[in-house]
């Protein structure tokens, strides 16, 4: 069979591990220039692997293969360098999260760094690159894709038995154009995660840092909307993202280099209903109003100013990890609604019975930090047209989605 991938990032090397030693003939199209371009793939930050039941997809994941899968990636660092731990497998943890409300995330991880990444994605290319049956196609954008009879032709020009569509969330315009000619292949739109970044010094939270490294609560707040906390970093750097029309805060750490602060996000999810149905627009326009306020810099707030809604014009003893060129000291209040702001506070409150210090005043708040969840996509719309990873709507971690690729080859091997 021949199969055309778009896009070569964690959903494609999981496709292409399990298909590497079939007949198929396996073209790989990639936007970015080669693989040492800094936007290939997702895979460029932090690079935390999770084995979990309950995050990282809405898929069922078998633990067994999200664990080999985890195994793959470690095996591709070369020496095998990584931290590992689990959350909440100590039952004293998770009593006392339990008790104030939260619902604690069970889940093992193993930590590359940003540090080791591009040697990890470079060792995997390396290896695939020499098989036969696998071809790369770099500096090609796919831009339409359109079914040809029992075929998929890939910008009306080549055509392929086989199309797997792998293009993350950098790829939502090819998305976008796909779900425009056959609007059916869309299950659900309507949420999005909007919060904060949270960034203290490390010894507020050392003893859970040391315990499990990833907290992951979720918590019911008292407005009614799920509050979680999102990719904590011990020691790490918050960082921007660019999201071409706006700017957002992230978080990352490395396996060598380490800051004094963690940081760590608290995001809220909005779930909208009829007659609205436009979650990235509403994600998007926070993020521009904010970002507008900011003078195009995030904005920096002190954790009492924040709670008072008051234009924070000095910082005290928390030095923030970001670059002062990337950031802006205002009031994130002035861009986000009240009810996300309140949801914040309760959850912010809430963390602080159990770690206390979480809400010292001069703790530091960062704005906006957004998460957009891709559409829902129908894989069984299409014979020969499939989503693979975070553009399907399934996944939202390196594993699931390493794992949704990786199920696909199987699935369409045994076909
Ligand atoms: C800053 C950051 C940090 C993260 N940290 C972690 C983490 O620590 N742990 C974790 O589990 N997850 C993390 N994630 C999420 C994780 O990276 C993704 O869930 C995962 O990479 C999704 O894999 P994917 O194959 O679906 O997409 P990607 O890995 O994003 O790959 C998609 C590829 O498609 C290419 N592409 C896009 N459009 C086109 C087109 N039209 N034509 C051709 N090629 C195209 C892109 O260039 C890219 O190479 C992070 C994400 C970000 C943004």
Same mark, same amino acid.
């Given at each position: 069979?021949?199969?055309?991938?778009?896009?070569?990032?964690?959903?494609?090397?999981?496709?292409?591990?399990?298909?590497?030693?079939?007949?198929?003939?396996?073209?790989?199209?990639?936007?970015?220039?080669?693989?040492?371009?800094?936007?290939?793939?997702?895979?460029?930050?932090?690079?935390?692997?999770?084995?979990?039941?309950?995050?990282?997809?809405?898929?069922?994941?078998?633990?067994?293969?999200?664990?080999?899968?985890?195994?793959?990636?470690?095996?591709?660092?070369?020496?095998?360098?990584?931290?590992?731990?689990?959350?909440?497998?100590?039952?004293?943890?998770? @009593?006392?999260? *339990?008790?104030?409300? &939260?619902?604690? #995330? +069970?889940?093992?991880?193993?930590?590359? !760094?940003?540090?080791?990444? /591009?040697?990890?994605?470079?060792?995997?290319?390396?290896?695939?690159?020499?098989?036969?049956?696998?071809?790369?196609?770099?500096?090609?954008?796919?831009?339409?894709?359109?079914?040809?009879?029992?075929?998929? @032709?890939?910008? *009306?020009?080549?055509? &392929?038995?086989? #199309? +797997?569509?792998?293009?993350?969330?950098? !790829?939502?315009?090819?998305? /976008?154009?796909?779900?425009?000619?056959?609007?059916?292949?869309?299950?659900?739109?309507?949420?999005?995660?909007?919060?904060?970044?949270?960034?203290?010094?490390?010894?507020?939270?050392?003893?859970?840092?040391?315990?499990?490294?990833?907290?992951?609560?979720?918590?019911?707040?008292?407005?009614?909307?799920?509050?979680?906390?999102?990719?904590?970093?011990?020691?790490?750097?918050?960082?921007?993202?660019?999201?071409?029309?706006?700017?957002?805060?992230?978080?990352?750490?490395?396996?060598?280099?380490?800051?004094?602060?963690?940081?760590?996000?608290?995001?809220?999810?909005?779930?909208?209903?009829?007659?609205?149905?436009?979650?990235?627009?509403?994600?998007?326009?926070?993020?521009?109003?904010?970002?507008?306020?900011?003078?195009?810099?995030?904005?920096?707030?002190?954790?009492?100013?924040?709670?008072?809604?008051?234009?924070?014009?000095?910082?005290?003893?928390?030095?923030?990890?970001?670059?002062?060129?990337?950031?802006?000291?205002?009031?994130?209040?002035?861009?986000?609604?009240?009810?996300?702001?309140?949801?914040?506070?309760?959850?912010?409150?809430?963390?602080?019975?159990?770690?206390?210090?979480?809400?010292?005043?001069?703790?530091?708040?960062?704005?906006?930090?957004?998460?957009?969840?891709?559409?829902?996509?129908?894989?069984?719309?299409?014979?020969?047209?499939?989503?693979?990873?975070?553009?399907?709507?399934?996944?939202?971690?390196?594993?699931?989605?390493?794992?949704?690729?990786?199920?696909?080859?199987?699935?369409?091997?045994?076909?």
């Amino acid at each position: 069979m021949k199969i055309a991938i778009i896009g070569f990032g964690a959903a494609a090397i999981g496709f292409i591990e399990k298909a590497k030693n079939t007949d198929h003939e396996i073209h790989i199209f990639e936007k970015s220039k080669d693989i040492y371009s800094s936007s290939i793939s997702g895979i460029r930050a932090d690079g935390k692997l999770f084995v979990s039941k309950d995050m990282g997809g809405d898929l069922d994941v078998d633990l067994e293969l999200q664990k080999n899968l985890v195994d793959f990636w470690i095996n591709k660092t070369g020496d095998g360098q990584h931290e590992t731990g689990s959350s909440f497998s100590n039952m004293e943890y998770y @009593k006392k999260f *339990y008790e104030k409300g &939260f619902q604690p #995330v +069970i889940s093992d991880f193993y930590h590359l !760094g940003t540090d080791q990444l /591009k040697k990890v994605l470079y060792n995997i290319y390396e290896e695939y690159r020499n098989l036969k049956n696998v071809h790369f196609h770099f500096e090609n954008l796919i831009s339409n894709v359109e079914l040809a009879g029992n075929k998929i @032709k890939l910008d *009306y020009n080549e055509t &392929f038995d086989k #199309v +797997i569509v792998a293009v993350g969330r950098s !790829g939502h315009k090819l998305i /976008k154009t796909i779900i425009k000619q056959y609007p059916q292949i869309v299950l659900d739109s309507s949420k999005v995660d909007i919060g904060v970044r949270f960034e203290l010094p490390d010894h507020i939270v050392e003893d859970l840092n040391k315990e499990m490294y990833e907290f992951k609560v979720r918590y019911k707040s008292k407005t009614g909307y799920m509050v979680r906390t999102f990719c904590n970093n011990p020691s790490g750097y918050v960082v921007t993202e660019n999201y071409g029309d706006f700017t957002t805060v992230n978080g990352h750490s490395k396996i060598k280099e380490k800051s004094k602060n963690t940081n760590f996000a608290i995001l809220t999810t909005v779930q909208l209903t009829e007659p609205f149905n436009d979650p990235i627009g509403y994600g998007s326009n926070i993020a521009e109003l904010s970002n507008m306020l900011g003078g195009n810099r995030v904005i920096l707030q002190t954790y009492s100013h924040f709670v008072n809604s008051k234009r924070t014009k000095n910082l005290y003893r928390v030095v923030p990890t970001l670059d002062e060129s990337k950031y802006i000291l205002g009031d994130i209040n002035l861009a986000y609604p009240r009810r996300l702001i309140e949801s914040i506070i309760d959850f912010a409150e809430n963390l602080n019975e159990v770690v206390p210090g979480i809400t010292h005043p001069d703790n530091l708040v960062y704005a906006p930090e957004i998460k957009f969840y891709t559409n829902a996509l129908n894989n069984e719309a299409f014979k020969n047209l499939k989503f693979v990873g975070d553009c399907s709507g399934f996944t939202r971690s390196i594993i699931y989605a390493t794992a949704h690729g990786y199920m696909m080859a199987e699935k369409i091997s045994g076909e």
